[in-house]
């Protein structure tokens, strides 16, 4: 039998009240069913301040935030994790602000229009077969929407903090907001870093789609700014955009990107 993990990354819009239909109180219910009809393992999010991210994660049955670690600035949207909460033992978390000084809360740098961070989470995976658990070192982020410069310098910090932070035994997944094309300067810094990253929709030989919709209103236009990359030594299975809606509403102005993984 597979050890199967199961992953969504979720830029869920922030609580924006000129959202007309859209605000949050009228499809956070259907972010919240989307969410646990795949039933993932592992859940990262972008936008949301602490007040959004602590309704969803009231909503949710199985998946707990992981903010221990964090001090809320209020008026900052944070990259988050979300994991289910028998699967894992958390052994370390933090955040780290995309800037010159990544230890600096709220700091930004490289002509950022806002400030920028990444969260991560070094665990054992221990809903498999294995009883000492399998390590993952798991990276949310979301980066600068104006300028691939400044998204390139930000992924620069993202890497070499990682490498401070990671043991190479832990198996590595990076997700996010990237706000840049697949064949991005992004993604070749970050495979630079970490040539043990492989990304599953391409493995998988899918054809690219826009993952950014504002709310159904540009379904065929942009590119896919939403990945997963994760380790070689898993085996992707599956990966797609969840285009679930109800009654016209969406749960975000992205298609949440579902991904299930396959220990090798």
């Not at 300028?147 to 035994?169: A, D, M, W």
């Not at 064949?183 to 990253?197: A, Q, W």
Request: aromatic share 10%; net charge negative; hydrophobic share 35%.
């Amino acid at each position: 039998m597979k050890e199967i993990l199961k992953i969504i990354s979720s830029n869920i819009r922030f609580d924006n009240i000129n959202d007309g239909d859209h605000i949050w109180d009228n499809r956070k219910h259907i972010l919240r069913d989307s969410i646990q009809s795949f039933g993932p393992h592992i859940l990262g999010t972008q936008e949301g301040r602490q007040p959004q991210l602590s309704s969803l994660n009231l909503l949710l049955d199985d998946q707990n935030i992981i903010d221990s670690h964090r001090e809320w600035i209020k008026e900052r949207m944070y990259p988050s994790l979300f994991l289910n909460s028998k699967g894992f033992d958390i052994q370390k978390s933090g955040d780290i602000w995309l800037s010159e000084t990544p230890f600096v809360p709220g700091s930004k740098s490289f002509g950022s229009a806002f400030p920028r961070l990444c969260s991560w989470a070094s665990v054992l995976w221990t809903q498999n077969r294995r009883s000492e658990g399998v390590p993952l070192f798991i990276v949310n982020c979301h980066l600068d929407h104006v300028l691939e410069e400044t998204r390139n310098l930000q992924v620069e910090v993202l890497c070499k903090e990682v490498l401070k932070l990671r043991n190479e035994k832990e198996h590595l997944i990076i997700m996010g907001d990237f706000n840049g094309h697949p064949e991005s300067e992004v993604r070749r810094t970050l495979l630079k870093f970490f040539p043990c990253l492989y990304d599953p929709w391409k493995s998988l030989g899918l054809a690219e789609e826009a993952s950014h919709h504002k709310f159904g209103k540009e379904v065929d236009s942009g590119s896919r700014i939403d990945w997963i990359m994760t380790d070689e030594r898993f085996e992707a299975e599956e990966v797609y955009l969840d285009k679930f809606q109800k009654e016209g509403l969406f749960p975000s102005d992205h298609y949440p990107l579902k991904l299930i993984l396959s220990l090798k």
